[in-house]
């Protein structure tokens, strides 16, 4: 395949090393989840002023300042930081610009799948205490603790309270972080080997397709060989949080308590940024 890259010519050599990454972000996912989709890839790293990334297919859009050391946000131009987001980027090629959301209710399969492989990458590549605020675990335990929180502003993972009327809020950490909890916590029923074979199994039957939540319950039932329908639409449809497999011991904060806080690691803030 061929990566080709869009940045500021006077930049060239200052983003290169950031660039240069790509490879191995490249065979990090196609490790986890099978072949690239698509024949080209890279990245255009813009120096416009904007608050997001955005995985075009094919090519994904990042801020200039991201990349850059800066006096006033201390991780901006630190690789812990933008690396995980370059690979949440990347990881919407199979999550979102191959396989497209048959509804903006479905959004979480891009989204939540993005922040599962984001997340993936700072445990791999061993920034997982500085970006995540702690371990994997750690970090899904406190999204576990705002699950009923989230639920309440936003709606459901998969049912978010607000569609195209705000389309701001339909992209609210339920859908990043409470998305890829549904991940963790269909990993936690089913086991590694299982779930790798769903998410595989997920990219490669639904290729240049759009597909829905039910298309991935349906999915998932069939590669695990049991019905996880009643568990998944629990996670997916409900108005509270489901126990977590494996960890009885954890509790949702309750929706009245004051508003969940978000810096856990040095990166939280713009981790949650819409994407």
């Known amino acids: 395949m061929r990566i080709r890259d869009v940045v500021p010519t006077s930049l060239g050599s200052t983003?290169?090393?950031?660039?240069?990454?790509?490879p191995d972000h490249l065979d990090f996912m196609t490790d986890l989840v099978g072949p690239y989709p698509f024949k080209?890839?890279?990245?255009?790293?813009?120096?416009?002023?904007?608050p997001f990334a955005l995985e075009d297919q094919t090519i994904s859009l990042y801020p200039l300042a991201w990349f850059l050391p800066s006096s006033t946000v201390p991780y901006y131009g630190d690789p812990r930081f933008y690396e995980s987001i370059m690979?949440?980027?990347?990881?919407?090629?199979?999550?979102?610009?191959?396989i497209t959301p048959e509804r903006w209710s479905d959004l979480w399969l891009n989204e939540g799948h993005a922040t599962w492989y984001e997340w993936a990458w700072a445990v791999a590549s061993g920034n997982a205490r500085w970006y995540l605020g702690g371990t994997l675990q750690q970090r899904m335990h406190f999204t576990y603790t705002q699950g009923d929180i989230w639920r309440a502003l936003f709606g459901p993972v998969a049912m978010p309270s607000h569609g195209a009327d705000n389309v701001a809020q339909l992209f609210s950490p339920n859908v990043y972080d409470g998305g890829a909890l549904v991940l963790f916590a269909l990993h936690e029923e089913v086991g590694d080997a299982t779930f790798m074979a769903i998410e595989r199994a997920w990219v490669e039957r639904y290729r240049f397709q759009s597909a829905s939540t039910e298309d991935f319950i349906a999915l998932a039932s069939e590669v695990a060989g049991r019905d996880l329908g009643p568990f998944l639409r629990d996670w997916l449809y409900g108005t509270t949080t489901p126990p977590m497999p494996g960890h009885p011991r954890w509790t949702t904060t309750?929706?009245?308590?004051?508003?969940?806080a978000t810096d856990l690691g040095p990166a939280a803030a713009d981790a949650l940024t819409v994407r």
């Open 15 to 22: 983003l290169e090393p950031a660039l240069l990454r790509t």
């Open 40 to 50: 080209t890839y890279g990245s255009f790293i813009s120096d416009a002023t904007f």
């Open 87 to 98: 690979v949440h980027e990347l990881s919407h090629m199979w999550f979102g610009d191959s």
């Open 254 to 260: 309750p929706v009245d308590a004051a508003a969940a």
